[in-house]
């Protein structure tokens, strides 16, 4: 049996695309809500995430290096199409780890100031995402094997609206975060947010998949709608999917109202990411640039990839395992001096 590696390795970067998605969602989800929090209670949500927060940029690394080796095509036509995005975002989680070190040493005039860039920086950088997100799934204008658009061609309502949709869902996942890292008035705050949060994500979600319908046919086609008719075999064929979504998004609120449901509100925020996600890539599929270069097009030779499969094989479970490892280690709830010692 021949290995289908152009496949193989997009699931490999999907996957960590969307590792990255959620565990550095969380944390900047938690920078987000930071302008929301008092000082004392701002020190608990920063000791939640300061055993982690920097290892969960790992699957970053792991998703845009996969991207180029694998898909050196892609790489080459994405990156000039969203430079100034990606460049917003990269110097905002610069930004924000440096805030997140020297906060903990500054005095006061100078704590204001690296509060303010740590939640500056995880909403800047959210929204850059968003951005990048957005202006992908519009599609790119290709010529050719490159890129031919403009330098502003990400910068439309639609991803204007993407980007706010996905920073309401990371704020989501850090208030569901909270949820099971404090305790007290902070918790009992987070769930209040959370529950908040958890509808605006679903009005999001609704106006995303509507406005997504109009981007390109093919996307209509995919969800076997279209502004005359239905194709119900293909349309209760993909139904699951958003039903699913706000299912997940009915657990996130009501487990989030439950006082002694901690890990549960997280879990749902979770499975909402996993529709979204997974809505995208029936969208999209099987383009890698939509909507106008395929996997196998983007694709490097069988022989890079089987070498590289090889390598990936053995250093992907080693992420995985340390990755557990240390949130099995760092379990339990946050306390205001365990951030830095």
């Known amino acids: 049996m021949t290995l289908d590696l152009p496949m193989i390795w997009a699931v490999i970067i999907a996957t960590a695309t969307f590792l990255y998605v959620v565990l550095d969602g969380f944390d900047l989800g938690v920078g987000i809500l930071f302008p929301f929090a008092s000082d004392s209670e701002r020190d608990i949500m920063l000791a939640s995430i300061a055993p982690v927060w920097d290892g969960n940029e790992t699957w970053l690394v792991l998703g845009g290096g996969g991207l180029f080796a694998a898909f050196p095509l892609a790489y080459a036509t994405l990156m000039p199409a969203m430079y100034l995005p990606i460049g917003f975002m990269l110097t905002a989680l610069i930004f924000r780890g440096v805030a997140f070190e020297f906060r903990a040493k500054a005095g006061f005039r100078g704590k204001r100031f690296w509060t303010a860039a740590f939640a500056g920086g995880s909403l800047v950088a959210a929204l850059s995402q968003g951005l990048v997100l957005g202006g992908f799934l519009q599609g790119i204008t290709v ?13 439309t309502p639609f991803s204007l609206l993407v980007a706010a949709s996905l920073a309401v869902g990371y704020a989501l996942l850090g208030s569901c975060w909270l949820i099971l890292k404090t305790e007290g008035e902070l918790n009992v705050k ?4 959370s529950r908040r949060l958890a509808a605006g994500v679903g009005v999001a979600m609704f106006a995303v998949s509507l406005a ?3 981007v390109d046919p093919t996307v209509a086609d995919h969800w076997g709608v279209s502004m005359t008719s239905i194709d119900w075999l293909t349309f209760m064929a993909v139904a699951p999917l958003p039903v699913l979504a706000g299912v997940s998004m009915g657990l996130c609120w009501w487990h989030a109202g439950q006082p002694g449901s901690e890990l549960a509100p997280l879990l749902a925020a979770v499975g909402i990411f996993v529709t ?9 599929y099987p383009n890698i ?4 270069i395929t996997i196998r097009e983007a694709a490097a030779a069988d022989n890079a990839l089987l070498l590289m499969l090889v390598g990936v094989s053995v250093m992907l479970p080693v992420i995985l395992g340390y990755t557990a490892y240390v949130y099995w280690v760092f379990r339990g709830k946050a306390t205001a001096d365990a951030a830095h010692h």
Not at 190 to 193: P, W
Not at 276 to 284: E, K
Not at 289 to 292: G, K, L, S, V
Request: aromatic share 16%; proline share 3%; glycine share 16%.
């Open 143 to 155: 010529e050719g094997r490159s890129f031919a658009g403009g330098h502003w061609d990400w910068l």
């Open 190 to 193: 987070s769930r209040r947010v």
């Open 276 to 284: 979204g996600f997974l809505g995208l890539a029936l969208s999209t």
């Open 289 to 292: 640039i939509p909507y106008d």
């Open 212 to 214: 997504m319908l109009s």
